[in-house]
């Protein structure tokens, strides 16, 4: 299959759309840039340490909307879920998702 511009959305990401004749399966994919998320948060990393003004609540990390829907489609994991917050955490400390951590510390 091939892909073909379908729309842009207003925050950035693309929807692709692909035919297939021999199947005549139609397929519409959502593909969303995450890579300026990782360039803010790494230059939050060397600058600021994440704590609010009174120091009550510090900002670990920031999940994108397609993050989100890998983990969920992956992993089963909801990271709107606090249920899920164990979940959350591992995968936050794994290699493979540290981009989006803010900082260097473990969760």
């Given at each position: 299959?091939?892909?073909?511009?379908?729309?842009?959305?207003a925050d950035g990401s693309v929807e692709q759309y692909s035919y297939d004749p021999d199947t005549g399966r139609?397929?519409?994919?959502?593909?969303?840039?995450?890579?300026?998320?990782i360039?803010?948060?790494?230059?939050?990393?060397?600058?600021?340490?994440?704590w609010n003004r009174d120091r009550t609540m510090r900002l670990a990390a920031r999940i994108t909307p397609a993050v989100?829907?890998?983990?969920?489609?992956?992993?089963?994991v909801r990271?709107?879920?606090?249920?899920h917050q164990k979940a959350?955490?591992?995968?936050?400390?794994?290699n493979e998702y540290r981009h989006l951590r803010i900082g260097h510390f473990i969760i």
């Open positions: 299959m091939s892909w073909r511009f379908f729309d842009r959305n139609s397929a519409i994919r959502h593909v969303e840039d995450v890579s300026h998320i360039d803010a948060n790494q230059r939050l990393a060397g600058s600021w340490d994440g989100q829907y890998e983990w969920l489609t992956k992993f089963g990271a709107w879920d606090k249920n959350v955490i591992r995968l936050l400390n794994s």
